[in-house]
């Protein structure tokens, strides 16, 4: 069996969507025990305004006081040139960009057309080359809008072509709301694939109507071998509305772990790691594995 | 693309394993608008002593109460001749008894060993049969159990066959726990499909740990054509503690109808009648797409 990397992004794109306010060392500690768990990259903070995203006013801080573990590598988001000057000088070497797949989802999330967005992050992603960074770009909304529907498969193509040629060494092809289903994720790979090798794709997929593993599986078929996933369903409380989704890097691990798959994690580490944040969150976390371990669960 | 047979368990199965005691014109109203969605089976209640189920003591009334949609079947579970002469006198024409593939888990649940609850069920088929009913069997505990861990293939063979020769026209190869994984499934169903056609097969999973829509997508592949779920998930809140994390309707419809399936089922229409119930249960049901329709859900 190949092995399979997972981009963990419960820091960023799973604390971003908590409501409650998470102190820089509960999440320097969050990081860290999802390090040891040897996760291979951890997406650890989003360098935007803190007026749009109180959650990452503390990027700068969490960035330097982690451990850095050999074999796990540290990305951040950067949304533009004030972004990246503040990641570099954070000690950050992968940086990740991110674009939409639909005009409206561009303008109301990044307040910039998408042909506008990509001429920013050619030049984001130009000196990040420069300064020695890796460069992700995110797609998102690459498998429906919230606002315009579906999405062109076309634009899809284009737009992951155009991040590559931008320098992304991989796009994670985003189903922002959790709407795809494994009959369309078949669709957009075997068209995406023909044009892109799918070891330069990511999926990253949100579990919003309960498809997102399902999606993993028929990914899999494909030869996509990184996706994204939130340590304990962060960010995605399916109770909660206005839930995002998020993928739980455990019940990804359980799958896939099942499938004989090697990724080099321990998921009762990261179960640990989810459960000793979950008291800060205000709520119960999402993932299926980390309930199930609950002494009483499973034995109906 | 093939049809799906849908084989609803939310007022059976669901209902057992919910703590509020539910009414039974609130149950009858919930079987009557599943019957309205389209459902081509609903097992309706169960014929066993109210001391150990309480909230299955009401199975005469909800029995006589529903209306009888044609196009739907109603079922009923009965574990022994008093269960069935019950059934019977309801007007009840579809059984199913439910028998274990682990020694521990049988004398745990019925209080019979395996064995004595197969010459127990070879004598209520009988009779079932005679009275012109049709029989259906669950093997619960097929991909493990709480007690025992792993279960032999072979004994799951063996049941199967053995409850397909007393009678039962499907057996229902049930997770009861929520452990199986597609690679599990896979080895599961190869083996078992060449001893048994898969179309005298049901696969009913428990997404106790989230694996329950990724093995049903392997068990499609080995052309399994019925799936049991609950309507909302009933019955299985990810959130307390000795959840049975059923497989709720809503989210098989939305990935069988992604897949192209037909199904005869209104998605739309099932979920309202998770919506109604949903008050009387004292928390939110676990359907991931009852929860996405919520105004603000899936928009992050």
Redo the contacts between chains.
């Keep these: 069996m190949p092995s399979i990397t997972i981009y963990e992004v419960g820091p960023r794109d799973g604390l971003q ?1 908590e409501a409650a306010l998470i102190s820089t060392a509960d999440k320097v500690a969050f990081i860290d025990a999802l390090s040891d768990a040897g996760l291979p990259v951890v997406e650890v903070s989003a360098f935007v305004s803190p007026a749009w995203v109180p959650q990452m006013a503390d990027a700068e801080e969490v960035c330097r006081a982690i451990a850095r573990r050999p074999g796990t590598r540290y990305s951040a988001l950067v949304p533009n040139q004030k972004g990246l000057d503040r990641a570099l000088s954070a000690g950050i070497t992968d940086v990740a960009v991110f674009a939409a797949a639909s005009e409206t989802f561009s303008r109301r999330n990044i307040n910039q057309s998408v042909a506008d967005s990509l001429a920013n992050y050619e030049r984001v992603a130009r000196q990040a080359l420069d300064a020695g960074c890796r460069v992700r770009a995110y797609l998102s909304t690459a498998f429906g809008c ?1 606002f315009e529907g579906d999405v062109a498969l076309a634009t899809v193509i284009d737009l992951t072509k155009a991040l590559r040629n931008l320098g992304a060494y991989q796009v994670a092809v985003s189903d ?4 795809a ?4 994720v078949r669709r957009v790979l075997e068209a995406l694939t023909r044009e892109v090798p799918a070891t330069e794709l990511a999926l990253h997929f ?6 997102a ?2 999606n ?3 990914s899999l078929d494909f030869g996509v071998a990184t996706f994204d996933s939130s340590a304990g369903g962060l ?1 995605g409380c ?2 909660a ?5 998020n993928l ?1 890097t455990e ?1 990804l691990l ?2 896939l ?4 798959y090697e990724t080099g994690v321990s998921i009762d580490a990261v179960a640990a790691a989810s459960s000793a944040l979950e008291p800060r969150l205000g709520h ?1 976390l ?4 980390l ?2 371990r ?7």
Tied chains: 1, 2.
């Design positions: 969507n919230p922002t709301i959790g709407v289903r494994p009959g369309q949100h579990d919003t109507r309960g498809m593993l399902v993993v599986r028929a960010g399916p109770y509305p206005g839930a995002s989704g739980a019940d359980y799958m772990n099942g499938l004989g119960a999402s993932s299926h594995y309930r199930a609950s002494p009483r669960a499973g034995h109906d």
